[in-house]
């Protein structure tokens, strides 16, 4: 149990490690909506002082659905995307039916 314990907290520590960017821009990408419209980063972006959270979720994650609550709170707070922050919450591994159920 305890090298379970230790190999794991390694495991995390070097992912951790290795996610680290010295890059200041981010690069452009398109996504999908489930209502099917399209988002571009860098029409996002394109206003001065525009602002964007990413947050990549699974439903099934515990992690994810405890901090759910938290995300949407600050959404709400910050103008619900129609100030300068826009929130934009990235599924991975669910389809829109899924998340649709999450949500």
Known sequence: MKKY?????????MM??????TKKIAPDFTAITM??????LSDLLSQPDQYVLLEF???ESQICQETSPAVNDAYHRMGCNQEN???LSVNVGNDSSQCRKYM
């Open 85 to 87: 922050v826009f929130f």
């Open 35 to 40: 209502d099917s419209d399209t988002i571009v």
């Open 5 to 13: 314990l230790l190999l794991s907290v390694f495991a995390i520590l």
């Open 57 to 59: 979720f699974f439903n």
């Open 16 to 21: 951790t490690s290795f996610a680290q960017t």
